[in-house]
């Protein structure tokens, strides 16, 4: 048996590590565009200072990653958040000032977390009448329904209010994306799932939830070793490197395995299967390449346009559409360095993230310009992978801390900003105008003068997650029908597909993704 992995992003990368240890003694090869591997994942290290340009930090609950971790003998090199420490407890929003806001809401709003902030909060105005109303709502999801927006249903259970400022805020956080194209099934079947539970409310569905657990579902086995006692009282987590860490590990675990040969630089220009049992892949230009088994984990847009219909893999018609259902949104990731102690620019906290203005996403950005989704407190929770930070508890790194960095998330359903790539990275005296005009918006967020920066670094992730449209469970499982062959009286074709297009978006569901095809195989 020999297998091609395409793609080396983080499930390209967990699918040839998984497979090469289940299977030592087959072939592995994995083909990647770039010359640099691991997606997404992109850590850098100047001025030391540590910046991220995609995830930053993962959740102790993702066992996928842990195993890896454990398996790669990363624990050493780990960063944690305590629960108890300021940046897993405070969160933000900032509602920009608007006269018709019906709540008189504006500025930087702390999202109330304990019994004594629900008391006090003015978020509580919206929040608790919309609570109350929600769980004394008999159930009113329309009849037949099998999936909607993610906005639909927060505005049919909480009102309109409610779902553009905290729901649409949230979606931003997590998808970049317009909370009334997102489907809520796929993106969040906790919350389909209360109120199936709550029998129409989520909120009831909740309180039974937390009355009468429901007994977890059985999990695939992980060698998670000895770290779920590491992450007692976690919060968060990350490197002292970042999170490339854990793709330059995988990266240096594969070039170990003699089995095992990464290719990078080597695009795909196309896929065939020419016998029952071979595929023909031509990548580079011209190079041609045969493997009995395949693993696809780049976007299945991208493999719609490699992948040829042949006698030994006929595709029904309705594949493509399949293939090119979601849109993907682009996110401008803006990291900022400033030369002085956290609290002269932010609060204490996680970050806060900017709701879906009142106005069209597009006219929002033609009149202020910056299309801001949010931004990243790094230094309250990341400190210890910069300079002097690492001796410091979060409370004095915020007090006496020589740098802070924070990150500003750009673009998603505003568009890509316009000037995307006229801002580029740099340091020093002269800020580009842009750059400017940027600080000149997050001062008026935050709510004080911004000091100038000493550094900036701008990355452009084209097309880093894919907008879940509603339905997109079922397409995927017609896709899953139509190209790997799955389903009853179906015979499988040897393609797997993996990654964020078909699973979950997150760093564990990525690397869950790969494990799981290794095993499926
Ligand atoms: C490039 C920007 C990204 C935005 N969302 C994601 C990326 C990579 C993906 C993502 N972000 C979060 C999750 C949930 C994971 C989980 O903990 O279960 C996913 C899939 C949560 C999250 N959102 C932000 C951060 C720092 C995190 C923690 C995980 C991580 O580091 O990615 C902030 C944030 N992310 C985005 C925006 C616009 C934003 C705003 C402040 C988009």
């Given at each position: 048996?020999?297998?091609?992995?395409?793609?080396a992003g983080l499930?390209?990368l967990?699918?040839?590590?998984?497979?090469?240890?289940?299977?030592?003694?087959?072939?592995?090869?994995?083909?990647?565009?770039q010359a640099k591997l691991g997606g997404w994942v992109n850590s850098t290290r100047t001025n030391q200072v540590l910046l991220e340009g995609g995830p930053r930090t993962l959740?102790?609950?993702?066992?996928?990653v842990?195993?890896l971790i454990?398996?790669l003998?990363l624990?050493?090199q780990l960063v944690?958040?305590?629960?108890?420490?300021?940046?897993?407890?405070?969160?933000?929003?900032?509602?920009?000032?608007?006269?018709?806001?019906?709540?008189?809401?504006?500025?930087?709003?702390?999202?109330?977390?304990?019994?004594?902030?629900?008391?006090?909060?003015?978020?509580?105005?919206?929040?608790?009448?919309?609570?109350?109303?929600?769980?004394?709502?008999?159930?009113?999801?329309?009849?037949?329904?099998?999936?909607?927006?993610?906005?639909?249903?927060?505005?049919?259970?909480?009102?309109?209010?409610?779902?553009?400022?905290?729901?649409?805020?949230?979606?931003?956080?997590?998808?970049?994306?317009?909370?009334?194209?997102?489907?809520?099934?796929?993106?969040?079947?906790?919350?389909?799932?209360?109120?199936?539970?709550?029998?129409?409310?989520?909120?009831?569905?909740?309180?039974?939830?937390?009355?009468?657990?429901?007994?977890?579902?059985?999990?695939?086995?992980?060698?998670?070793?000895?770290?779920?006692?590491?992450?007692?009282?976690?919060?968060v987590y990350s490197f002292k490197n970042g999170m490339q860490t854990l793709t330059d590990a995988l990266h240096a675990?594969?070039?170990?395995?003699?089995?095992?040969?990464?290719?990078?630089?080597?695009?795909?220009?196309?896929?065939?299967?020419?016998?029952?049992?071979?595929?023909?892949?031509?990548?580079?230009?011209?190079?041609?390449?045969?493997?009995?088994?395949?693993?696809?984990?780049?976007?299945?847009?991208?493999?719609?346009?490699?992948?040829?219909?042949?006698?030994?893999?006929?595709?029904?018609?309705?594949?493509?559409?399949?293939?090119?259902?979601?849109?993907?949104?682009?996110v401008?990731v803006v990291n900022l360095v400033?030369?002085?102690?956290?609290?002269?620019?932010?609060?204490?906290?996680?970050?806060?993230?900017?709701?879906?203005?009142?106005?069209?996403?597009?006219?929002?950005?033609?009149?202020?310009?910056?299309?801001?989704?949010?931004?990243v407190?790094d230094s309250?929770s990341l400190h210890a992978q910069d300079a002097?930070g690492d001796?410091?508890?979060?409370?004095?790194?915020?007090?006496?801390?020589?740098w802070?960095k924070v990150t500003?998330?750009?673009?998603?359903?505003?568009?890509?900003?316009?000037?995307?790539?006229?801002?580029?990275d740099?340091?020093?005296?002269?800020?580009?105008?842009?750059?400017?005009?940027?600080?000149?918006?997050?001062?008026?967020?935050?709510?004080?003068?911004?000091?100038?920066?000493?550094q900036w670094k701008v990355w452009?992730n084209?097309?880093c997650?894919?907008?879940?449209?509603?339905?997109?469970?079922?397409?995927?499982?017609?896709?899953?029908?139509?190209?790997?062959?799955?389903?009853?009286?179906?015979?499988?074709?040897?393609?797997?597909?993996?990654?964020?297009?078909?699973?979950?978006?997150?760093v564990?569901?990525?690397?869950?993704?790969?494990?799981?095809?290794?095993?499926?195989?």
């Amino acid at each position: 048996m020999s297998i091609t992995v395409i793609g080396a992003g983080l499930s390209g990368l967990s699918s040839a590590f998984h497979l090469s240890r289940r299977f030592p003694n087959s072939r592995i090869v994995v083909l990647e565009r770039q010359a640099k591997l691991g997606g997404w994942v992109n850590s850098t290290r100047t001025n030391q200072v540590l910046l991220e340009g995609g995830p930053r930090t993962l959740r102790p609950n993702g066992k996928s990653v842990l195993e890896l971790i454990n398996l790669l003998n990363l624990q050493d090199q780990l960063v944690t958040v305590q629960k108890s420490a300021p940046a897993a407890k405070a969160r933000y929003l900032y509602i920009p000032p608007s006269s018709s806001s019906p709540f008189a809401l504006q500025g930087l709003q702390k999202i109330p977390a304990t019994p004594k902030e629900f008391l006090t909060s003015p978020l509580t105005r919206l929040l608790i009448p919309s609570i109350l109303r929600e769980a004394f709502t008999t159930s009113n999801r329309p009849k037949g329904a099998t999936d909607e927006s993610f906005d639909a249903l927060f505005s049919r259970r909480f009102g309109a209010e409610f779902a553009r400022i905290f729901g649409s805020a949230l979606v931003h956080g997590i998808y970049a994306s317009d909370s009334r194209k997102l489907s809520v099934k796929s993106a969040f079947p906790s919350i389909w799932q209360l109120e199936d539970a709550g029998r129409g409310s989520i909120t009831r569905g909740a309180v039974k939830e937390m009355l009468f657990k429901s007994k977890p579902k059985p999990e695939d086995e992980y060698n998670l070793g000895d770290l779920p006692k590491l992450m007692q009282g976690v919060s968060v987590y990350s490197f002292k490197n970042g999170m490339q860490t854990l793709t330059d590990a995988l990266h240096a675990a594969l070039v170990r395995q003699p089995n095992v040969t990464i290719i990078p630089n080597a695009p795909v220009n196309s896929i065939s299967k020419i016998q029952p049992d071979t595929f023909q892949i031509t990548h580079s230009g011209s190079q041609t390449h045969y493997t009995t088994h395949l693993v696809s984990s780049i976007p299945p847009q991208s493999l719609k346009h490699i992948l040829r219909p042949s006698p030994y893999l006929s595709l029904p018609p309705h594949t493509t559409p399949l293939m090119l259902a979601n849109p993907q949104s682009s996110v401008q990731v803006v990291n900022l360095v400033f030369p002085c102690a956290p609290k002269h620019i932010h609060p204490q906290g996680f970050g806060y993230l900017v709701p879906r203005p009142l106005e069209d996403y597009s006219s929002w950005t033609t009149k202020h310009k910056h299309g801001v989704l949010g931004m990243v407190f790094d230094s309250c929770s990341l400190h210890a992978q910069d300079a002097g930070g690492d001796n410091m508890t979060p409370e004095e790194y915020y007090d006496n801390g020589k740098w802070t960095k924070v990150t500003v998330m750009l673009g998603g359903p505003y568009g890509f900003p316009s000037s995307g790539s006229a801002l580029s990275d740099g340091t020093g005296d002269v800020l580009p105008r842009e750059l400017e005009g940027l600080l000149d918006t997050l001062s008026v967020h935050l709510g004080r003068p911004l000091p100038k920066p000493v550094q900036w670094k701008v990355w452009n992730n084209y097309e880093c997650i894919p907008t879940l449209l509603p339905g997109h469970l079922e397409r995927v499982e017609e896709l899953r029908r139509c190209v790997e062959g799955r389903g009853k009286g179906k015979e499988r074709t040897g393609i797997t597909l993996v990654g964020a297009g078909v699973d979950g978006v997150s760093v564990p569901d990525v690397v869950k993704s790969g494990r799981r095809a290794a095993y499926a195989l």
